[in-house]
């Protein structure tokens, strides 16, 4: 199924040294380790840390899992993705296409983790009218058939510390892609907990 037409393929885009320090795929993970379960993640509990699900409505499906830590916000997503090309150079530039119409700005800089996006999103007028900017840091990896996507807002986005809390955080992900065939970029399922205490 080769296109001539087809766009090149894109390398994957991830640290040198993520196999070691993460986001891990399920077979880097320590097993030992206490994660909480979420079915295409699994996510380490820490001090401090909030779990949100982010449900689709119509389908009730778990789109994204919110996680509240260091006075900051970090949204993860993972997708499956080819062996051997990267899905975060495409992404990006959805992105920003994505920030341009709605009226926001964005730059792409070189973050700890690789190319990154850090954009100034227009958010709804308050109960005063007047609209606001939210900042608003995207990051990307690509993993061995995965790719894992992280919406960073809040402390993180422009405090040095609370952001190397959150990448931190991020980098301790483990993606469990499974072995069933699945589309690129088609959502890895996610699913409730079943650790008690966690929201």
């Known amino acids: ?11 994957k885009s991830a640290p040198e040294d993520r196999a070691v320090t993460g986001p891990f795929d399920d077979s880097e993970a320590n097993p030992v380790r206490p994660y909480i ?4 993640i699994k996510v380490l509990p820490r001090e ?17 899992v919110g996680l509240d830590y260091a006075e900051s916000t970090l949204q993860v997503q993972p ?3 080819p062996r051997t090309t990267g899905l975060w150079e495409e992404t990006r530039e ?10 926001g700005r964005v730059e792409e800089r070189e973050g700890p983790l690789g190319p990154e996006l850090l954009a100034e999103v227009p958010v709804m ?4 009218g007047t609209a606001g900017k939210r900042l608003a840091r995207f990051v990307g990896v690509d993993g ?7 919406v960073i807002g809040g402390a993180a986005t422009s ?3 609370a952001a190397a809390l959150v990448e931190d955080l991020f980098r301790s992900i483990v993606v469990v892609r499974g072995g069933s065939p699945m589309p690129p970029r088609d959502l890895i399922p996610l699913k409730m907990p079943s650790t008690p205490g966690v929201a």
């Open 159 to 161: 405090d040095v510390e």
């Open 94 to 103: 959805q992105i920003r296409q994505q920030i341009r119409q709605q009226g």
């Open 125 to 128: 007028a308050g109960a005063d």
């Open 1 to 11: 199924m080769t296109d001539a037409s087809a766009a090149p393929e894109e390398p």
């Open 79 to 81: 997708f499956a993705a």
């Open 37 to 40: 379960d979420l079915g295409g």
């Open 48 to 64: 401090g840390l909030n779990l949100r699900l982010e449900v689709e409505e119509q389908t009730k499906r778990i789109v994204a």
């Open 144 to 150: 061995p058939r995965w790719f894992l996507r992280g």
